[in-house]
């Protein structure tokens, strides 16, 4: 029998959201099956109107693109993750700091040469432990151009083209040892920041530990990037001495206060540990005092005192030694509540907040203010480095009380922050007016960042906001002992704040993600000329012409200049000798949106990824004789399994 929506509406009319009550209103005919059976539905899964009513809102119909795109740090994944919002669907894991077979990224072809650009201690890394992607900015708000992240692990900066959403640039200096204040940008991305987490020797090299206070110290590393050329320009970047505190993490000012950075620190006890050498374990020792210190810098002032040459050159960075940092009244302190933890610049740029691991309260500091009281060198005292502070009620506008372990802090367009309590395991809704909490909702579980629509920018979007739990606990299937992290898309359009989305993220710990509005993006969907090279951003030298293709043997090894096109390579045989170096040239000489090519040759470690009109460079050692088929590995066509040939690597 048939029965209309509007009948099966009735007996729960007062259940169901607005968006079904029009259906049932505006159709009372529509016939059942297909959607019409919605409250069966209900009924057989289980869902309630709450459930409902957050599916209406997130789920995203075949074809329809999603409003937002978030980019998420991958963790130890080292890639970058971009997800649609409100959908929450992947779209793409974006190689950066480890090879990334899909994209043929980091298998010979110039990404090889970006991924393998930064070597420490001797060795070459394959992963990374990325923390916080930066969107460039123009004016302070995102523009959709590049992205930044950083590595914790073995301080990198990469520069992602989100043109191309390729990797285009990795820097990393020898000057630190570890990061954790990166990568964020300044409001026109003229610098991209890294601040070093963990104090060692500047510039590497051994010094007992013993020597911490002479010899360890801290540095945050402006790095100078060229919109221009679409990459940051070593040369001219520079970088300030800190004394050795663990400094974490950083925010540039913006508006009012554009041209000054903050950045928190942790451990001014300057404990190292030693639990099995008589002194307290590092943590107990850096969690002593109930006052660490909020770090701000005058990078205005910092950037005229490299330019006039006020640097010394460590590891080949330019270094504003701490006591010019002093001398030059660039530096200052304010006393900060226990172990703080996210330093996140309002809105307006009028104020920084501030969350404390072992503190309720976010402390809110005044920008201004500070910068007034350290211009006019209104200072209560120094540090053992002789580093002026500031009073900290002077510079505080308030504080608000929170819930036990603030973390971080993003904020909307109505005058709200949201800040992240791990141990009370919620997002808090506050007013950025009165210091006053209006909301809190629960996260699942132990939520670390948090982001919001455009959240960090002059003009935040508010309407969604995503909790970035660390815990998963009972949240999805079991999977074994390591548990995904557990991204929960929140309504906060308006109040109540409402749960909508659960999304498990199984490859790392992705610690921080901003979110953008998707029409900032204008992505290419293919790349011209024919020939492109998307790592010099040019038509590669070596580009192959449909009709030239060739086999050349020179000096420094066999040459194969190789065409892909639906369905074949030319040449398909490819005859070299057992000791030669290949030099193999590849473009895919289509233009049709997405007919990607791969090229793998097995036994040789050779992965392409051919997107239409890219090339690709690859050499390798065919050193040991044998045949060895090679193939496109994306299917590309009917006779995409016939899109093959030979390697014959014929004795000596
Ligand atoms: S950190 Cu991980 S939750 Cu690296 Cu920004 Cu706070
Ligand atoms: Cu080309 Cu499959």
């Not at 820097?171 to 300044?186: M, R, W, Y």
Request: hydrophobic residues 40%; proline residues 6%.
């Amino acid at each position: 029998m048939t029965m209309t929506i509007a009948s099966r509406c009735s007996p729960f009319a007062s259940l169901l959201p607005f968006a079904l009550l029009a259906a049932c209103g505006g159709r009372p005919n529509a016939p059942a099956g297909g959607g019409a059976d919605v409250l069966a539905l209900m009924q057989a899964r289980n869902l309630s109107e709450q459930d409902v009513n957050a599916a209406l809102k997130t789920y995203t119909p075949t074809g329809r693109h999603d409003e937002y795109y978030q980019f998420a740090s991958g963790g130890h994944g080292g890639n970058l993750i971009v997800i649609g919002l409100p959908s929450m669907r992947i779209l793409k894991y974006v190689g950066v700091f480890s090879p990334e077979p899909w994209q043929g990224y980091g298998y010979g072809d110039q990404s090889g040469d970006v991924l393998g650009s930064v070597q420490r201690a001797g060795h070459t890394l394959t992963w990374a432990d990325m923390h916080h992607p930066a969107l460039s900015e123009t004016g302070g708000d995102y523009d959709g151009k590049w992205i930044f992240v950083n590595d914790k692990a073995n301080p990198r900066i990469a520069v992602v083209d989100l043109s191309d959403f390729v990797t285009k640039q990795i820097v990393g200096s020898e000057l630190i040892q570890s990061d954790h204040g990166a990568a964020f940008v300044t409001p026109n991305t003229d610098y991209v920041i890294e601040t070093a987490q963990y104090p060692a020797p500047l510039g590497g090299g051994y010094a007992p530990i013993e020597t911490w206070n002479e010899n360890y110290r801290g540095a945050m590393i402006f790095w100078r990037f060229d919109k221009q050329k679409g990459r940051i320009l070593p040369a001219e970047s520079f970088a300030i001495e800190l004394p050795p505190y663990m400094q974490d993490l950083a925010d540039a000012g913006k508006l009012v206060s554009d041209g000054w950075v903050y950045c928190n620190s942790i451990d001014v006890e300057r404990a190292y540990g030693g639990n099995l050498e008589g002194r307290p374990s590092l943590e107990a020792g850096a969690s002593q005092n109930d006052m660490d210190y909020l770090h701000v810098l005058n990078l205005r002032r910092a950037e005229a005192v490299a330019k006039a040459g006020k640097t010394e050159t460590i590891a080949g960075m330019r270094v504003i030694r701490l006591q010019t940092a002093i001398d030059e009244n660039l530096l200052a302190f304010v006393p900060e509540p226990k172990s703080p933890h996210g330093v996140d610049v309002t809105p307006d740029g009028t104020a920084v907040v501030v969350g404390g691991k072992l503190d309720t309260h976010t402390t809110v500091y005044d920008t201004m203010q500070m910068a007034k009281l350290i211009e006019q060198k209104q200072f209560v005292g120094k540090d053992p480095y002789g580093v002026p502070i500031l009073d900290f009620q002077a510079a505080i506008r308030g504080q608000c009380e929170i819930g036990l372990g603030p973390l971080h802090t993003t904020f909307d367009d109505q005058g709200f922050a949201y800040t992240s309590v791990f141990i009370e395991t919620v997002v808090a809704k506050w007013s950025l007016k009165d210091l006053k909490v209006v909301e809190k909702i629960d996260t699942h579980f132990n939520i670390g960042h948090l982001v919001a629509a455009e959240g960090d920018t002059v003009s935040p979007d508010g309407r969604f906001l995503v909790a970035m739990n660390k815990w998963a606990l009972d949240r999805f299937a079991p999977v074994g002992p390591l548990l995904p992290q557990n991204f929960q898309l929140i309504d906060i359009a308006g109040a109540p704040m409402q749960l909508l989305y659960d999304m498990p993220l199984p490859l790392g710990e992705p610690h921080y993600a901003q979110i953008i509005k998707a029409d900032k993006l204008k992505p290419i969907d293919v790349y011209k000329p024919i020939g492109f090279n998307p790592f010099t951003e040019a038509v590669d030298p070596f580009a192959t012409v449909a009709g030239k293709e060739r086999i050349e043997r020179k000096a420094d090894g066999v040459h194969v200049y190789m065409t892909a096109v639906r369905s074949h390579f030319t040449p398909d045989i490819v005859r070299v000798k057992a000791g030669d170096t290949v030099h193999l040239h590849v473009t895919n000489v289509e233009q049709a949106a997405d007919a990607t090519h791969g090229l793998a040759i097995g036994s040789h470690n050779v992965n392409l990824s051919l997107e239409p009109g890219k090339h690709c460079n690859v050499t390798f050692k065919a050193d040991r004789a044998g045949v060895y088929p090679f193939y496109c590995t994306e299917f590309c066509s009917a006779l995409h399994l016939e899109m093959a040939g030979y390697l014959l690597v014929e004795p000596q």
